[in-house]
């Protein structure tokens, strides 16, 4: 179960190399907040030297002028100045946060795809695919796609710089995050928000690869002889990595992501439902907790209460 990817030369971290259009947005919001804060900048940068030179008091060309109470266009240009830049850059981050709603649909028809974050690994489920991968994220060149969060575990943060913005993820809610990836390659996404001692080992590959590829990949990841069922996503709710999970799952020395067959299509759903159920979690029924015992928490049916959103 190996992935198979054409050689990628080099992997996309940052919004800096951007790999769909958020992130190129994002590149060109960071440009006009630079250039922008450079016009309130350079000025007093290169008038402070000026003016301590042209005034200083031995050898100096400056007029004496002992009754000089105020310069209009002085006072015009020390207020303005700042005051139209605060405006330009309220309207620009307006204008960005509008267009770049992690909740709005980047194409038509975007592919579905749920997400769960434990600690430390994520679960990325394909619906319509019916298969699931741990750690690892592939989707169609330039195919709009829609995330659907939550986490099984504390507050978590998904960030996928090269394509995507940071968003948080909480258990009971959901939240949405939607993204196209551009051009076939490599990026890498990582939970940023502080879970515990193996929180930084919460990475993983993000894939942008052609129709073509992302069919055989998905056609693979169904060949897998595991199932994502309440009794295995108990294995994989317990602390730890992806890495750690493999032996209790019985593939322990296999390279690359966890791949599974979705075999309980509500697996999602009942996640969020373990928080619905208007009992409080102890140590011994919290996923991600070192005390987590599953027995003690079964996973249970999905909930027909409407799902609250971040």
């Not at 919004?15 to 919001?29: M, N, T």
Request: glycine share 8%; hydrophobic share 40%; net charge negative.
């Amino acid at each position: 179960m190996i992935a198979e990817f054409p050689l990628f030369v080099a992997v996309a971290d940052s919004f800096l190399q951007p790999a769909g259009p958020v992130a190129e947005a994002q590149l060109e919001h960071l440009k006009t907040v630079t250039i922008l804060t450079l016009i309130a900048i350079i000025p007093p940068l290169l008038a402070t030297p000026w003016v301590l030179w042209r005034f200083r008091r031995k050898k100096g060309k400056g007029r004496y002028l002992p009754e000089w109470e105020s310069n209009k266009t002085l006072e015009w240009l020390m207020w303005g100045v700042p005051i139209l830049v605060v405006i330009l850059m309220s309207v620009s981050l307006a204008r960005i946060t509008l267009r770049l709603d992690p909740y709005k649909e980047l194409g038509d028809d975007p592919l579905q795809i749920d997400v769960i974050g434990l600690n430390w690994k994520w679960i990325f489920i394909y619906p319509d695919e019916g298969i699931a991968l741990v750690d690892e994220l592939i989707v169609p060149d330039g195919k709009a796609v829609e995330l659907t969060l939550t986490t099984d575990t504390v507050m978590q943060s998904l960030r996928i710089s090269a394509i995507v913005g940071q968003i948080y993820a909480m258990p009971a809610m959901t939240t949405k995050l939607n993204f196209i990836a551009d051009g076939v390659g490599e990026s890498r996404g990582m939970n940023t928000q502080f879970t515990g001692e193996g929180f930084w080992k919460q990475k993983f590959p993000v894939y942008s690869v052609s129709e073509e590829e992302y069919r055989k990949r998905m056609e693979e990841a169904k060949q897998s002889t595991l199932e994502l069922t309440a009794e295995t996503y108990a294995i994989l709710a317990e602390q730890g990595t992806s890495e750690d999970a493999k032996k209790p799952l019985g593939i322990e020395g296999l390279e690359g992501p966890i791949e599974m067959v979705l075999g309980d299509p509500e697996i999602f759903n009942r996640v969020l439902a373990r928080y619905m159920t208007g009992e409080g979690m102890t140590p011994e029924s919290q996923p991600g907790s070192p005390e987590y015992d599953p027995k003690q928490s079964p996973l249970p049916p999905a909930s027909d209460m409407p799902m609250m959103h971040m």
